[in-house]
C-alpha cells in the first residue's frame, strides 16, 4: 500500500502483505487540512479514523465516504468548517464524532440511515435545520 504521510508529501510504501485497519492520530498537534488519500490509501480496510483533538482546520473531505468499511469516524475537537458530507455509503458505521468544531451546514438527511450507528456527536459547532428522522437507528444509544 502507498500512502501520503500527514503532513508531507514524503511517500512511505508498505509491504503489501499489511492491512491497516486503524488510523488513531488523537492529540498530536496536527494542522492544516485532512488528507485526501487517507480515504484511498488504506482501501477498503479502514475501520478506524481518528484524527480528534488536533488542529485540523479545513472541510471534511467528501472521499472519506468512499472507506465503506468505516466503523469509527472522530474528527472531534479540531476547526472543521464546511458542511458535513454525504454519509450514505457507510453504513458500517456506528461511531460519528464531529463535535467540537465549526462545521456549519444542515445536518445531512443521510444520518438517518446509519443503521448500525450507536453514537452520534454533533455537539458545539455552528449545524443548522433540525435532526433528520432517526427512527431507523434502532442501536443508537447516545446522541449529542
Not at 479540531?78 to 464524532?97: A, W
Amino acid at each position: 500500500i502507498e500512502c501520503v504521510p500527514l503532513g508531507g508529501s514524503q511517500k512511505s510504501t508498505y509491504d503489501s502483505d499489511y492491512v491497516i485497519t486503524k488510523f488513531n492520530m488523537t492529540a498530536n498537534n496536527i494542522h492544516g487540512s485532512i488528507p485526501t488519500e487517507l480515504a484511498t490509501a488504506f482501501g477498503e480496510s479502514l475501520q478506524v479514523l481518528d484524527l480528534s483533538n488536533n488542529r485540523l482546520d479545513s472541510t471534511i473531505p467528501r472521499q472519506l465516504s468512499n472507506a465503506e468499511s468505516l466503523e469509527v469516524l472522530n474528527l472531534s475537537g479540531n476547526m472543521l468548517t464546511g458542511e458535513i458530507p454525504d454519509v450514505s455509503t457507510l453504513q458500517q458505521l456506528r461511531v460519528l464524532n464531529l463535535g467540537e468544531n465549526e462545521l456549519s451546514s444542515s445536518i445531512p438527511q443521510s444520518i438517518g440511515d446509519l443503521t448500525s450507528a450507536t453514537e452520534l456527536c454533533l455537539g458545539s459547532n455552528k449545524l443548522t435545520g433540525t435532526l433528520p428522522n432517526i427512527a431507523k437507528l434502532e442501536s443508537m444509544e447516545k446522541i449529542e
